[in-house]
């Protein structure tokens, strides 16, 4: 969301980069991330910050857990980070240590 080097770039959307994001959005745990992801910033955002309009969204699990995770959080990490050890232990199925 909100691709200004891409906007900027390109006068229209590369199929390739549209393939990415179709299985991206395949995949049920990054789904369902991106929905509660939207549902949290909201539809007024959306349309304001890049005049997105119906975008699906949804309060979802798996966005609601990584909520949890910041607010539970004494150190700083990194969005990045967090998204990172949470599909690893999604695809691994393992435990990880709250921080």
């Not at 890049?50 to 699990?61: H, L, Q, V």
């Not at 990490?77 to 232990?89: A, E, M």
Request: glycine share 6%; proline share 2%; aromatic share 18%.
């Amino acid at each position: 969301m909100g691709d200004p080097t891409g906007v900027n770039n390109n006068t229209r959307v590369k199929s390739k980069n549209e393939d990415l994001w179709r299985d991206f959005l395949d995949n049920k745990e990054w789904k369902d991330f991106y929905y509660g992801y939207s549902h949290f910033l909201g539809a007024d955002f959306l349309k304001e910050y890049g005049n997105y309009t119906d975008i699906p969204s949804r309060r979802t699990y798996t966005f609601q857990y990584y909520l949890n995770l910041v607010n539970q959080r004494v150190e700083d990490i990194s969005l990045k980070k967090t998204l990172k050890l949470y599909v690893f232990s999604k695809l691994n199925k393992i435990k990880i240590k709250h921080f």
